[in-house]
């Protein structure tokens, strides 16, 4: 008969393969709309009460959800979906968003101190006065994405070749990151600062450096 446990298991792999397929190419799809239209203030309540009683947090769907202004220190977001959320003066420090998904939010000032973003998708957001200080963004993408006056410090961000594809910077500062073995191709750095930061092996291709 049918092994209903192995047939589960396929799924789940399945499953598992697709959504890593999306997280790869999130950002490379112009536009969505929200999954749970009208219930993103009740997401919002639920997350917070989650977070308050240490429940779980991870994995969750919170796409186009409103979550300014908030003290997330800590909360497990690991590959969650947060698309389109509000992430203005959002405090992620000490959060876990590895391999999270975060095309389109909006990051304004937020706070990404110690906080995990291997693997994540950080693609399509326009970052305008975000921090990011010992934050280990090994395999994240940037890519589509444009970095204003914003700064990544002892920040890790090497070795993905494609993590700066089509990224625009504009006052983007690097300071004591590690960004070896990293592709930047038709990029205008001319407001960048890479002080103290370890560019071995990185290429820079066509570059703008005014």
Not at 91 to 110: D, G
Request: net charge negative; hydrophobic share 35%.
């Amino acid at each position: 008969g049918l092994n209903v446990e192995a047939f589960e298991e396929q799924t789940r792999q399945g499953l598992d393969k697709a959504n890593e397929g999306y997280r790869l190419g999130a950002h490379f799809i112009a536009s969505g709309r929200s999954p749970h239209a009208g219930r993103e203030g009740d997401i919002r309540e639920e997350l917070i009460a989650r977070f308050q009683t240490k429940s779980q947090t991870a994995y969750g769907d919170y796409a186009y959800v409103d979550l300014s202004n908030l003290d997330l220190s800590g909360i497990d977001l690991t590959g969650a979906y947060l698309e389109y959320a509000d992430l203005t003066n959002t405090n992620l420090s000490n959060a876990s968003l590895s391999k999270a998904i975060l095309t389109h939010a909006i990051v304004r000032n937020t706070v990404f101190t110690n906080t995990n973003l291997t693997g994540a998708n950080l693609g399509a957001i326009h970052f305008i006065g975000a921090r990011f200080s010992n934050a280990d963004l090994t395999g994240a993408t940037l890519g589509k994405s444009i970095i204003e006056n914003t700064r990544f410090e002892q920040c890790r961000l090497a070795a993905k070749s494609d993590m700066f594809l089509e990224t625009e910077f504009r006052n983007a500062q690097f300071i004591e990151s590690d960004l070896s073995k990293s592709v930047f191709i038709d990029a205008d750095i001319s407001q960048c600062d890479f002080s103290g930061s370890n560019l071995n092996e990185t290429s820079f291709l066509n570059p703008v450096m005014e």
